[in-house]
């Protein structure tokens, strides 16, 4: 099957539907919002002295650095997500404030290309001291990254130029030459980055390097280890007590794991960077091993949200198989982020459905939430439940947020949503060998290589997809669209093909008004998770299509771990226009067991009561006012 590849950005044009006003409303609000939190404008917000710390470094305050050490990348994901919004939507305020940041970069790096403010900044840091723990790889890998999405949407190149300048000098730096560093970074992203990087310059020299890093990473004696003796340590961070290597994805080499292991932010960007490689050196080995860990991940490790990331007190970590604690877990933003875009790298080594579906249910669910309905707070970690009460006080809940926030002194998510929104268009639709192929439904126009076609729907509310051919490619072409379980048409005309692995691949000459059209099933599904998972037995969580639903005490009171659902109670959807621009909500008939003002009682059975049941789409809890949560609810019998 033919692999995909990214459109250009401005290809896409979101027309409506609940992805085109998210996109929009990250780039009427979010972005300008976060320019004033990463300068430090929001009264009452954790400080960010982001770019402040640049400002001092390029010598227009003076100052100490202030931050936690990679305070640098939150002001990279910020240009990076500014850069791709102007790709499609230019507009002044975020051009002159990129323009600012451009300069900022130019004189804050240091003559042999090397920049990290943290390290500029503060006396006695060496480079390269502590590539463990301290994030000068991680902090260039996100700025390499902004400058490519620069260089994409502007043409200039003057910021790629600060960042070939430093990859220059970390070509140099690493390696295994005899006066070369072989090491890797201890947070993978700059893998990631260099492949970019590789791609807008036509150097090798910065593949050969991302594939240095990957295939390092893991091997005796293991680095980090020896690092830490060179430092006098001699005991392991608190957070990687378990297994000190495999936090860092470094206790075998990649090619030879099997399952997630350890940060799941980190393995995200690994396991991402690990397909880009298979992708553009054709190395089998890396494709395979990842392969792997993906079926495992998926099988044993992936919560019903689409999140990943068990153990948030632990240090942020996968845990064991089926450990998938609800009101504690971890389900980082980041981590939802970094799993759809290891699935979007999949996607570029085989057109699987399999791929595309994880990746629609983490956007849809453990993404959305952590952004609120003004577009302006936001969840770091992203809980199944929630009572505040029980959650403020518990220290294995000391991650967990019981209602979204404006800013985050460690605030790697709220820019890291932005990049991902503003560069939605990457994730929908992909250019195949002989055409392009449609992997996420929702209105849209899209104008590329000849093709002009219009997609009009309200999913994943309504089940009605239509793609409307304005314009084709001469000659045979082929659009490929992901089957979803529905019976297709062209033109009226049942569409006859099969499906591969998901998607049906139509070659044809297409020409102007040919329309394909579906009926998405969008059941409402009870859903029950493996017996090992602890917190979900005996309970259902709610899904209709992609997305998956959670009940909130603002509809039933509190006590919310006692309400469930008869096996034979008939549920349904509604619109709800209330919303922003709407949601579909379900409601139905719900159960809640009641008891004396006992604390224990003796009884054959419990006593119930009836009450509506209304639940709400997961991504859109909290936008209300503090109270309880919960995706997985009792089943109660008939």
Known sequence: MPTPTSLPLAAVRFTGGVLGERVEMVGSVTLRKQWAAINDRIPGAAPSHA??????????????????????????????????????????????????????????????????????????????????????????????????????????????????????????????????????????????????????????RYLDLAEFFVRERGCAPPYFAEEAKRRGETVPPVWAYFDEQAYWQAHAPVVEQTEPRGHAV???????????????????????????????????????????????????????????????????????????????????????????????????NNVLAGLSQDASHYFYVNPLAVNPGETRRRYDCKMVKTQRVPWFGCACCPPNIARLLSSLGHYVVSQIEGGIALHLFTAMELDHDGWNLKVTTDYPWSESVTIEVLDAPSGTATFAVRDAGAKWQLNTAPIQEAPVDGYLHLARRWTAGDRLTAEIPLPIERVRAHPRVTSAVGRVALKRGPVVYAVEEADHGAGLPSLGIKRNAQLYAEWDPTWGGGITVLKGEAVRETAPDRLYQTADAPQTETLPLRAIPYAWWGNRSEGEMRIWIRDYES
């Open 51 to 204: 770019v402040r710390n640049f400002r001092i470094a390029a010598g227009d305050e003076a100052g100490k650095y202030d931050g936690l050490w990679f305070q640098d990348s939150d002001v990279a994901k910020w240009l990076e997500a500014a850069c791709y919004r102007i790709s499609f939507a230019p507009e002044e305020i975020l051009s002159a404030a990129i323009s600012e940041l451009v300069d900022l970069y130019e004189r804050a790096q240091e003559s042999d290309g090397y920049l990290h403010t943290y390290h500029q900044l503060t006396p006695g840091a060496e480079r390269w001291s502590n590539l463990r723990d301290l994030h000068e790889l991680y902090c260039a890998g996100h700025f390499v990254e902004a400058a490519v999405a620069h260089y994409d949407a502007t043409g200039s190149p003057r910021l790629l130029a600060v960042a070939q300048k430093l990859a220059d000098l970390l070509c140099h730096t690493f390696g295994s030459g005899p006066d070369q560093i072989k090491a890797y970074p201890g947070h993978p992203e700059l893998e990631l980055a260099l492949v970019k990087l590789a791609r807008a310059s036509g150097e090798s």
């Open 266 to 364: 980190r393995a995200m960007y690994l396991y991402a960077a690990m397909a880009d490689l298979a992708r553009e050196t054709g190395a089998v080995d890396l494709a395979e091993s990842g392969k792997k860990i993906w079926d495992e991940m998926v099988a044993k490790h992936l919560y019903v949200i689409g999140g990943v990331g068990a153990d948030g007190p632990g240090g942020e970590n996968f845990s064991e198989p089926y450990d998938l604690p609800d009101d504690r877990s971890y389900t980082e933003t980041c981590a939802a982020i970094g799993l759809m875009m290891w699935a979007r790298r999949l996607l570029d080594l085989r057109l699987d459905a399999g791929y595309t579906e994880v990746m629609e249910r983490a956007l849809y």
